[in-house]
């Protein structure tokens, strides 16, 4: 595959930043994080920060559901950057890229682990518009010092399959919201409670 779009401006610095920032964002669950690194991407499907985490995350190693509504160049982009292996089926993916939430019939089309490797689970990068035009939500769990209130622009049915998702711990999959340049982590520990 071959793309005339421009990774991370500086590989090293750009994905160690985008690293800490992730690592951050996931010990802090519904805090935003500012991802700075300057990137190229395809920019008709793809967010910067968004993009930053494919780059950092993805390798020869793992591979990738993407979801099909993406246009080509993103698949071609990310071929040429990280070598990542792409899955035509969503439960035998490391990582799935989401842009369209509402496209998803539930999250337990993903790998959700097994009781002896939960880890093996998948980590669905998933872009937003906004992280405040959405329905508001309660978020409690480790990491968060008392509650912590978000509003990403998600399909309300997210939600509920973030509670079935909640009740299968230790077996559930992990989330990182994405908007133009913030990421949100959401790992499988969290608790949510809808603000009605």
Known sequence: MVTD?????SPIHGAQQTFRALLSA???PGKPEK???VIGVPKSTML???GAACLTLLDLDVSLWLQPSFA????????FHTGCRLTEYPDQGDFAL???LAGLPELSIFNMGTGEQPEASTTLLIQVESFDMGQP??????GIL???VIAPLVPQHFWHFWRENHRAYPQGVDVFLFTEDLVIGLPRTVRVEIIS
């Open 72 to 79: 080509s160049p993103v698949k071609h982009w990310l071929l």
């Open 5 to 9: 779009l421009p990774g991370f401006a």
């Open 48 to 50: 910067p920060a968004c």
């Open 137 to 142: 939500v309660i978020l409690t769990g480790p």
């Open 26 to 28: 996931n010990a802090r």
């Open 35 to 37: 991802i700075t690194a």
């Open 146 to 148: 008392g509650e912590q």
């Open 98 to 100: 989401i842009e369209d």
